[in-house]
């Protein structure tokens, strides 16, 4: 191929060299892709490099095409003017298991290059190469500079260890578990998962021994990989002081236990950066880049056009979604509280803290004096914990956190014990199962998808049901009702778990989303069953038809047990239709709700 047809005619439309001499967040472009066929075969660079992407991850492939179909090929190059990482222009690929964007080789690094270039930072610029091992001191870089500049990871009222009773850390120079009961050291936390691997764990036997300087190092090999590695890691970093729960809270101590798991919130807080080891299954899994010979040294570029090179590259949030990590509630309010982060995920090191995020294999947005310049966060719920809105929050809280896994049900409270507490603070109310008690009306009224019965908590919190549950605090409620009606349920949808609900006459007045399907025998019954009136709509309600501008009654679904109600499901009927229900119609009756 000559120079000139180094990409395809398609590619060759996408005008690379303008994007990089003029102001790419100025530019208005619309890139065509061939179709996936011709893509798939094609000599073109730049096709190469997508179908490269796509295929560099089979198991996420294979995801996508289980959920779409085998021969769904729609595939899409999406030019972001300010979207990409740092607040940054590039291309996002998108379809086919992919999310990945597109950027460019590294910009000028001297100052004076980057005066004559001002529009060079402007580009998601990415690194020549993955490098074998991690630096250390470009990750003292990104932590130093969230210090001095970043306002919103500053510490409103600092607390210290007299406020928080005493605290353990593991010496990292002494190789030893100390107490420190007045004053906080500067210190460093590890999140991650424990899986089912053998794990080391301070007890009351073994207590004393640790707490001897050196028995660390004596037991060093008992440590998982993952614990010996942040020790290490700590080290480097020079900070002398780690907290790992296993070897910071005394485990066969139950009180010790719980008064740990009360303040975890602020321990993670605290801390001057925390570890969070997001690859692989279990406590085994290490800290990849640690060490050499850990990972290979990659190179990340091509070059699709002369002169022009390109590479992919994913955001730690689409690594920390395909990661175990992600998954375990318990680390939710590790990984929500922590103001600076640094994951190791996916082979890659991130650092994201309140205004910025940083990877390794992508450039450092800097000004002309070499400083980072502010960026983006893309979780979209990091917020939250700030608690400006704190019932909004909280049931944004509540909505990622129920989606994940517990191995035991009876921790679905602890595991949350720090951000409910802050919570409560915040409102000046107590909380009852998990719910504000002064929102209660609004806090029944949720929704989820394959929601099971937890056993031990009432139906009717959200801690009461497994599965993802969504809180439509977003919506107006007026006055409470107190009132109930009978009516029948028709037309189940066992897919979606949800159903028509007809009133006295056989006129369809309502609809309801189902819980516990698979549970109970209760849905197969045809008697009449009743419902609870909860609150009047006033606005607009999400994912319905036309009937949806009637106004409209919150109507909680019960099946009553030896005199106890309990939720079955939640949903909406015409405020009409209680005066065409069964008999005996409409009545004020004081229920248990259990």
Known sequence: MSSTEEVCPVCYGIPLRQ??????????????????????KAQCKLCQLIRNTIYRDPGRLAKSRARTGPNDSKLELVWLKLGAPGARAGFRLIGRGTWAWLGFAAGPSSSSERSRNPYNNQLLRLQPRLESMIDVERVKIWVRDCETHHTECQLEQPLGAAILGTIRFIDVVGNCIVEKTLDMPKYVALSYVWGAVPNFRLTTANKFRLMQPGAIELGWKQLPITVRDAIELTRRLGVRFLWVD???????????????????????????????????????????????????????LYEVKPGIFMGAHDDLDT???????????????????????L?????????????SEHCETAEDDLDSAGRILRSVDFTGYADTILLNNPLQDYARIIDQYTGRSLTKDTDILRAL?????????????????????????????????NLRRRAGFPSYSWVGWRGAVYIYLRYAYQRSTGTRWIKWIEDIDVFGESAKLTGGEGLVVGQATLDGLEDTEFFKSREPCEVVLLSELSGPRHNVGEDDMYPRYQVMLLEWSDGVAERRGIGTIQNGAIWHSFKPGPQWKEITLG
């Open 319 to 341: 690594y920390l979604t395909h990661s175990v990590y992600e998954s375990r509630a318990w680390t939710f309010q590790e990984h929500l509280l922590a103001r600076r982060k």
């Open 19 to 40: 994007i990089l001499q003029d102001r790419p967040q100025y530019l208005n472009l619309s890139p065509q892709l061939p179709p996936w066929d011709v893509l798939e």
């Open 417 to 449: 014990a720090g951000i409910i507490r802050r919570v409560s603070d915040k409102v000046g109310y107590p909380m009852l199962e998990g719910i504000p008690v002064e929102a209660f009306e609004h806090f029944i009224i949720f929704e989820g998808r």
């Open 343 to 355: 994951y190791f995920v996916g082979n890659r090191l991130f650092f994201r803290c309140r205004e």
């Open 246 to 300: 296993s070897m910071c809270l005394t485990q066969n101590d139950e009180a010790d236990l719980e008064r740990g798991i009360g303040i975890m919130d602020h321990i993670y807080e605290l801390s001057w950066l925390t570890i969070v080891a997001a690859g692989g299954h279990d406590a085994n899994a290490g800290l990849v880049g640690l060490h050499p010979g850990d990972r290979l040294e990659q190179g990340l």
